[in-house]
């Protein structure tokens, strides 16, 4: 199925690095009214922090990111982190379909108008029987990335549908302290 047509909206996919035979990729959407890929893709990798990745490994590594303006028919760019950006946990076990799920609200109720960022595999060590240890910090951390790529960068983190090819800007942001699935991620290990 082909991305839609959406206009001044790009896809940015965070290409993690493959540890223990799981390669995690997490998708979010940026808007911007007057702006190239390049601009796209500087201002989101300046502002990417650890933080936000705190309950995974610092073993997985986030070295580059792509962007695509969803045009129809632009190609993927991509762009080189060029400070560590990691997990932010030490331990090195980790539970392959666990993640923390940050979520995205918009102005506007509905699942077309609501994203969601699978973060992780999370440790073993961030979550106790089920529930997440700390979600503040991920909270803020994401609070933070959003607040600056539109301070710093004129851009607005956005919720992209696809079905719908609409898109909303981010409004707040929530981090359910339950462990969530990841399905596709316990399966790269079968």
């Not at 995690?24 to 959407?29: K, S, Y």
């Not at 379909?97 to 961030?126: F, K, N, S, W």
């Amino acid at each position: 199925m082909p991305l839609p047509v959406i206009a001044d909206t790009y896809r940015v996919t965070f290409e993690w690095t493959r540890y223990a035979g799981v390669m995690p990729r997490n998708v979010i959407h940026v808007r911007v009214n007057t702006g190239t890929v390049a601009e796209v893709g500087a201002g989101v990798v300046a502002e990417l922090k650890s933080a936000m990745f705190d309950d995974m490994s610092q073993n997985h590594v986030l070295p580059t990111i792509s962007v695509l303006k969803l045009d129809g028919t632009s190609a993927a760019s991509q762009f080189g982190v060029p400070t560590a950006v990691h997990g932010g946990s030490s331990s090195t076990d980790f539970i392959a379909q666990g993640c923390t799920v940050v979520t995205l609200h918009t102005d506007l109720r509905g699942p077309a108008h609501r994203g969601r960022v699978y973060v992780g595999p999370i440790v073993e060590t961030q979550q106790t029987q089920g529930i997440l240890n700390d979600t503040a910090t991920t909270k803020g951390a994401w609070e933070q990335f959003r607040d600056a790529l539109f301070d710093n960068h004129g851009l607005h983190l956005n919720v992209a549908s696809y079905k719908h090819a609409t898109q909303r800007d981010v409004t707040d942001i929530l981090v359910n302290r339950v462990v969530s699935t990841q399905r596709r991620r316990a399966n790269q290990l079968r």
